[in-house]
């Protein structure tokens, strides 16, 4: 593990472990804190290849996510502790206060490359500007290398907590999922 993952997970710890102050003005803002440490204070994640953004993202999506670390049909040795302590409300709460966050502003690639045909099953679920609906989250904007482990992961059946991602990223090539990503990290 390196360095700056390792010093992201004492952070939560260490703010999981300290009491909420009693005069905090928000309750949500001051519960959402232990998430910040990986996530971002303002958006953005402290490393964007290998955690995804969550500010901004679909609230479906997220209450899904949190509820499948929780219970185990998404695995991750970070996000499934951190869920297993959360009750259902809690799980709520959370993704309704990140999903009311605005998505992190960024400079726009100089020119994006041209869409991949293979993209086209995609828009159907995650919309024709890929911002997301109900329920598919959002993938506008989201790194590249975020992107290609996630497709990587449903093609790999290593990720398992959707019944169609496995299916559509194993129709795709390599290439093809590459060439997806690379597209939708430039929007």
Not at 14 to 39: G, N, R, T, W, Y
Request: aromatic share 6%; with cysteine; hydrophobic share 45%.
């Amino acid at each position: 593990m390196t360095r700056r993952f390792l010093s992201a997970i004492f952070g939560v710890a260490i703010a999981i472990a300290l009491p909420v102050p009693a005069h905090a003005a928000d309750e949500m803002e001051a519960a959402a804190q232990p998430c910040a440490a990986c996530h971002g204070a303002k958006g953005v994640p402290i490393d964007p290849k290998t955690i995804p953004v969550i500010w901004g993202q679909q609230e479906s999506y997220l209450m899904k996510q949190l509820r499948d670390f929780r219970n185990g049909e998404r695995k991750s040795q970070v996000m499934a502790p951190l869920a297993k302590g959360l009750a259902e409300g809690d799980l709520r709460k959370l993704a309704a206060y990140f999903a009311a966050k605005p998505w992190p502003a960024r400079s726009a690639a100089a020119k994006p490359p041209a869409a991949p045909k293979a993209i086209a099953q995609c828009q159907a679920c995650h919309q024709p500007n890929f911002e997301g609906g109900m329920p598919a989250p959002r993938l506008a904007g989201l790194s590249n290398e975020y992107l290609v482990a996630s497709m990587r992961a449903f093609a790999t059946s290593e990720r398992t907590n959707n019944l169609d991602m496995p299916g559509f990223m194993r129709a795709l090539s390599e290439q093809q999922r590459a060439a997806i990503a690379r597209y939708l990290s430039t929007l």
